[in-house]
């Protein structure tokens, strides 16, 4: 650690001697180091997951030309970023208004300088809120603890803050991850997750070695999140509302065997995939209606993995269906996290199925972009894994694809990447300057 320390200090010092002032943050510096230390078992286990076993779509999908529905203007793409929990926890001298908005505006500020239009936000990590809500307690990242008392509204303050930028703000929320841990008395006496769970015994709720879940199949639980979503529309003025890929937790089992029990006795006829595709289809649709009723102009969005197959499959994320049909979603977003000459999941193929799959031209086909990536290893890309490493044009090269094949936009993993200071996120944000002015 001391060693990268100064390795960091002295980029710092080469780069005052070329670099602008306004181009550094030491904000966004400090959260890039905390983000990478953060997510780097998570994420290794995610990609590890997501490369394993690539499955291509059916057959007559494939044979359909694999260009999307341009937009209206190919040379103005939707541009995003993602920006997560860990980027918006009060920590590191960060935990007063005045420090918080500051590190805020600094992140806003290096988001303009690629362009980017629009922010997703998570405000609800683990059925928890980072602003005052009547169904979610305070996050632990913003309070003392699950349940604490919030210093200041965060959420509120990113609106007002992103709004002076001149930024549209999505409320990105988790709708069924409760936790990584499986303490269910860990939880905040005010989390709606342990106060369904009594007894050890809940259908509402489902306790893994992995985490806590909400059960998608609870009508109860689809209730709690709509009404989440509501009052995240009526209090804030917000772009829309956002999902991310966490559906159906990994290796389900029979968790939810007596709700499907109980839809079969009824004369239900769908098999128990099929089923749960369609528990959490319904979600979506719902909110789709919750979001609408605020105006159609209000965006739903949702952003599941890259790989269909382990969609479909796996988390029981029927993309097929929300990318077909209207009333799903407004926009998908999957994170193609892959660069050109990744061993199983190459981005050129994973982003023709993808557009494939979009042909209807009812919804909007957004890409997300692994940024945090750059000049890392890719330990499960088999052949491809020193791509990042050796190219620093990755990202760009990828936005002129998305271009190239008529997609909506892109979005890329995630703001506190976007920083100019450490050297391999400047050289591929530098290319991609240049790609999008």
Same mark, same amino acid.
Request: hydrophobic residues 40%; negative net charge; contains cysteine.
């Given at each position: ?23 550094? =943050?030491? &904000? ?15 994420? $290794? ?6 490369? $394993? ?30 920006? =997560? ?21 600094? #992140? ?32 632990? /990242? ?19 803050? !992103? ?20 303490? #269910? ?20 709720? !489902? ?5 806590? &879940? ?45 709700? &499907? ?23 979506? =649709? ?10 159609? $102009? ?21 993309? /097929?269906?929300?990318?077909?049909? $209207?009333?799903?979603?407004?926009? #998908? ?38 940024? &945090? ?28 694809? #998305? ?20 050297? =391999? ?13």
């Amino acid at each position: 650690m001391k060693r990268f320390i100064l390795v960091l200090l002295l980029i710092f010092f080469l780069f005052c001697a070329c670099v602008k002032t306004d181009d550094l =943050s030491p &904000y966004v510096n400090e959260t890039v180091l905390q983000t990478q230390q953060t997510y780097a078992a998570e994420k $290794e286990t995610t990609e590890k997951l997501k490369a $394993e076993n690539y499955v291509s779509f059916p057959a007559e999908i494939e044979a359909t030309a694999h260009t999307a529905a341009a937009p209206e203007n190919t040379a103005s793409l939707f541009s995003a970023s993602w920006l =997560s929990y860990i980027e918006l926890s009060l920590v590191g001298g960060r935990n007063t208004k005045e420090s918080y908005t500051a590190y805020i505006d600094g #992140i806003f500020d290096n988001m303009k300088k690629v362009n980017i239009t629009d922010v997703f936000v998570q405000v609800r990590p683990f059925a928890d809120a980072f602003y005052p809500s009547d169904y979610f307690p305070a996050t632990a /990242y913003a309070a003392s603890e699950q349940g604490g008392t919030l210093p200041f509204d965060v959420f509120g303050l990113i609106v007002e803050r !992103a709004k002076l930028k001149g930024l549209n703000i999505h409320a990105w929320i988790n709708p069924y991850r409760v936790s990584h841990g499986n303490d #269910i008395k860990a939880l905040s006496e005010k989390n709606p997750a342990r106060m369904m769970f009594k007894e050890g015994i809940s259908e509402d709720v !489902a306790v893994t070695e992995k985490g806590i &879940y909400f059960n998608p199949a609870s009508e109860k639980v689809r209730k709690l999140i709509t009404d989440g979503v509501k009052e995240l529309l009526k209090k804030y003025d917000i772009k829309g509302i956002h999902i991310d890929d966490y559906f159906y937790f990994e290796n389900c089992g029979d968790f939810d065997s007596r709700q &499907y029990s109980v839809y079969t006795s009824l004369g239900g006829s769908l098999d128990l995939a099929e089923w749960r595709r369609e528990n959490v289809s319904t979600l979506l =649709s719902t909110l789709y209606s919750a979001v609408k009723a605020f105006g159609e $102009e209000k965006i739903f969005s949702v952003s599941p993995a890259g790989d269909i197959a382990k969609c479909y499959n796996e988390s029981y994320a029927d993309v /097929y269906l929300w990318c077909r049909e $209207e009333g799903y979603c407004d926009m #998908i977003i999957p994170q193609i996290y892959f660069g050109f000459d990744h061993g199983k999941l190459p981005f050129t193929r994973c982003l023709e199925d993808w557009t494939a799959l979009c042909m209807s031209g009812k919804v909007k086909l957004t890409v997300g972009l692994a940024l &945090y990536k750059a000049g890392q290893e890719d330990a499960y890309a088999l052949s491809g894994k020193d791509e990042w490493v050796k190219n620093h044009d990755i990202i760009a090269r990828q936005v002129q694809l #998305i271009r190239d094949k008529g997609c909506y936009g892109y979005a890329l993993y995630s703001g506190a990447y976007i920083d100019f200071f450490e050297k =391999s996120f400047a050289e591929e944000l530098n290319n991609l300057k240049t790609m999008v002015y």
